[in-house]
């Protein structure tokens, strides 16, 4: 079946420094990735919508400068938290669908732990 | 716009015991609905979806039937396992092909007990 491929599973990394989380398809190819955030106990939250070789669709409230999302290729989508601080931890997850006619669900990466200290 | 609503969890069961989780609705149109399946740790997996009004899905042993008449999608396990343990998602689509936002409920977590 379709496979997402989230890097890296965990970082940590100093207050005001910037992180980049890969998001790949790996036997598909996917014009449109989605990025997710998830805190603790709640349900994942809709960031963006990352689409190839065009800006992400930020969803309201979410900072474009801070989150950049770069959809280069058809089958990998960064999102780099810039200048993190601890309030951005959190579990950031992406999601990807198969091209096609009929209903495609999301497959999804295993997420990434993001902790700012 | 559109919703999910789920039962809040935590739900702890002993091994064997029938699992029910209730989900409901809003949505305009026919969405397609799902449920997603997130254990410790790792990201979303699909677990059973339908796409039509009294549709069931169905997978190791969970079932969920489209209601449209009480906009519903209760997930159910005759018998649940130790690594049934986990936090399920109840999510709708409102869009048919290709992409599309998902709409996902708060999700449910289930504590399975030996």
């Known amino acids: 079946g379709a496979v997402v491929s989230q890097h890296p599973s965990r970082v940590i990394c100093k207050s005001g420094t910037s992180v980049k989380i890969e998001c790949r398809s790996l036997d598909f190819q996917a014009t449109t990735m989605f990025w997710y955030r998830q805190f603790p106990k709640q349900s994942l939250m809709l960031m963006a919508t990352s689409n190839e070789g065009s800006k992400a669709t930020y969803e309201q409230g979410v900072e474009k400068d801070k989150f950049l999302i770069n959809h280069a290729s058809l089958t990998l989508s960064t999102l780099t938290v810039t200048s993190a601080h601890p309030e951005d931890s959190s579990f950031y997850i992406c999601?990807?669908?198969?091209?096609?006619?009929?209903?495609?669900?999301?497959?999804f990466g295993n997420g990434t732990r993001l902790t700012v200290t | 716009g559109d919703s999910v609503t789920q039962m809040e969890g935590p739900v702890t069961l002993s091994e064997e015991a029938f699992l029910t989780i209730n989900c409901t609705y809003t949505?305009?149109?026919?969405?397609?609905l799902f449920w997603y399946v997130q254990y410790p740790g790792e990201g979303l997996q699909l677990l059973l979806k339908a796409t039509k009004a009294d549709d069931k899905g169905s997978n190791k042993g969970f079932e969920a039937t489209y209601r449209k008449e009480t906009t519903s999608f209760h997930l159910e396990k005759g018998s649940v396992q130790v690594s049934d343990s986990a936090v399920y998602f109840c999510?709708?689509?409102?869009?048919?092909?290709?992409?599309?936002?998902?709409?996902f409920g708060t999700g449910t977590k289930l504590q399975v007990i030996p």
């Open positions: 949505a305009t149109g026919y969405p397609s």
């Open positions: 999601s990807a669908s198969l091209p096609g006619g009929v209903v495609s669900p999301l497959h």
């Open positions: 999510a709708l689509s409102p869009r048919e092909g290709g992409y599309q936002k998902v709409t």
